[in-house]
């Protein structure tokens, strides 16, 4: 089908036994990239052959099952285009910059820093192509590799993807809620965003907290006197009186909230009463903004 549309591709050789991989490895040259056709993800059902050598071990390796042999590319770095397609048209999303480690996505940053507007074009187009040719609905992703101005294609999702999770908070509509939109024939929400939205794959383990800053306490102190300088003098302020109008009130469900399960019936830990609120306190109440729903947002 990429070939039909026009799309750039790796070079590739079907391989349905040992003597199509010594013919593939032939006409691509080494190194070849071989995977298994269905059932491969996360660098699981590939390897990569290096000299002739190979060739046996990871026909065996993979099971003997159908595969594709593929060019080995040396590309710059690795972007992803999510699109959507409803009823009321096709909504595209920044393109993305994702980063590997083992076969698996650790890293992706939107929009990819630097993308020239000849590579972002030929993917928008190559996006569009596809979805226009399977008459799709729903979210797709489609993997590349970039060299220079020209973008390859790698994989195809027809799904939600991995490397669109950050749109959850750092566009105006996620792909989650664009794929329900898109399936049901609700109208399509805005795939914009503001700023510069990253995602982080922690995998087995989250990474180490950074240590904490104890806080301050109310002493004052005063840095030695440079000579020439006038010293600096750094001092925590303890924080102001308590106003019993500005202090909020406790709740009988904010009292029970705050008591361990069981012990409901302990005397409430906060004895403020309730304050008295000024027409001032309700009017301002009333003229307060409403919040958006879904403008999670973070740069």
């Known amino acids: 089908m990429f070939e039909r549309l026009g799309i750039a591709t ?10 199509d991989l010594r013919g593939a490895v032939e006409a691509l040259g080494l190194p070849v990239v071989l ?3 269905r059932g491969g993800y996360d660098g699981k059902g590939q390897a990569v052959l290096h000299t002739d050598a190979d060739l046996g071990a990871a026909w065996e390796s993979l099971g003997g099952v159908p595969l594709l042999a593929e060019e080995h590319v040396a590309f710059e770095r690795e972007l992803s285009i999510l699109a959507v397609a409803g009823a009321d048209g096709t909504a595209i999303y920044p393109i993305v910059e994702n980063t590997h480690a083992e076969g698996i996505l650790r890293r992706s940053v939107a929009p990819a820093p630097d993308l020239s507007e000849v590579a972002a074009a030929r993917a928008e187009r190559a996006v569009r192509g596809i979805l226009k040719e399977l008459d799709y609905r729903g979210v797709i992703a489609l ?3 970039q060299v220079g101005n020209d973008v390859l294609a790698n994989e195809m ?7 669109g999770h950050w749109t959850i908070e750092g566009a105006t509509t996620s792909q989650f809620e664009n794929h329900v939109r898109a399936v049901v024939g609700l109208p399509l929400g805005s795939t914009d965003m503001s700023g510069t939205a990253g995602m982080v794959n922690c995998v087995g383990s989250m990474p180490a907290p950074r240590p904490s800053t104890p806080l301050r306490t109310r002493t004052s102190t005063t840095t030695a006197r440079p000579r020439g300088r ?27 909230s705050n008591q361990p399960r069981g012990d409901q019936d302990l005397a409430p830990i906060c004895s403020n009463p309730r304050p008295r609120r000024t ?13 958006p729903r879904n403008l999670n947002v973070f740069t």
Not at 10 to 19: E, H, L, N, T, Y
Not at 230 to 256: F, G, K, L, M, Q
């Open 279 to 291: 027409r001032r306190a309700r009017r301002a109440r009333r003229t307060l903004p409403s919040c």
């Open 157 to 163: 999702a027809p799904r939600v993807h991995n490397s």
């Open 35 to 37: 995977k298994t056709r």
């Open 143 to 145: 993997e590349l590799f």
């Open 230 to 256: 006038i010293a600096s003098s750094v001092t925590s302020r303890s924080p102001p009186p308590t106003d019993r109008r500005s202090t909020p009130a406790c709740t009988d469900s904010t009292r029970r």
């Open 10 to 19: 790796p070079g590739f050789a079907p391989v349905d036994g040992i003597d």
